[in-house]
């Protein structure tokens, strides 16, 4: 299972980013993928999820409103589009395969936002 993050970039406050997630070795439209993030000195922090069956979303409230976590089951691809970006969104930003069965690590993407 190989999970590959791309996207990540320097930004100003208030703008975007789209985070791209390649997943391959499991089926992607049966599993449940998340994104995490990392700052430096913080612990790892859920950011977005989306569930294998209904595709519904699950965000953390630093997030929600700002984020959309989505899926493209035939690039077997999963997206975090990123709005409205804050200096505290500075982060290294990784996805996972989480739920049911071991997880699964991708390489994470870094995504600086200045001020």
């Known amino acids: 299972v190989q999970l590959q993050a791309s996207g990540g970039g320097l930004v100003q406050a208030g703008g975007s980013l789209r985070l791209s997630c390649a997943v391959s070795g499991l089926t992607f439209g049966n599993s449940a993928i998340a994104w995490f993030r990392q700052a430096p000195g913080k612990e790892r922090e859920g950011v977005a999820c989306i569930v294998s069956d209904n595709d519904d979303t699950v965000y953390s409230d630093s997030v929600k409103g700002r984020f959309t976590v989505s899926r493209d089951n035939a690039k077997n691809t999963l997206y975090l589009q990123m709005n409205s970006l804050k200096p505290e969104d500075t982060a290294l930003y990784y996805c996972?395969?989480?739920?049911?069965?071991?997880?699964?690590w991708g390489q994470g993407t870094q995504v600086t936002v200045s001020s």
């Open positions: 996972a395969k989480v739920g049911g069965g071991p997880w699964y």
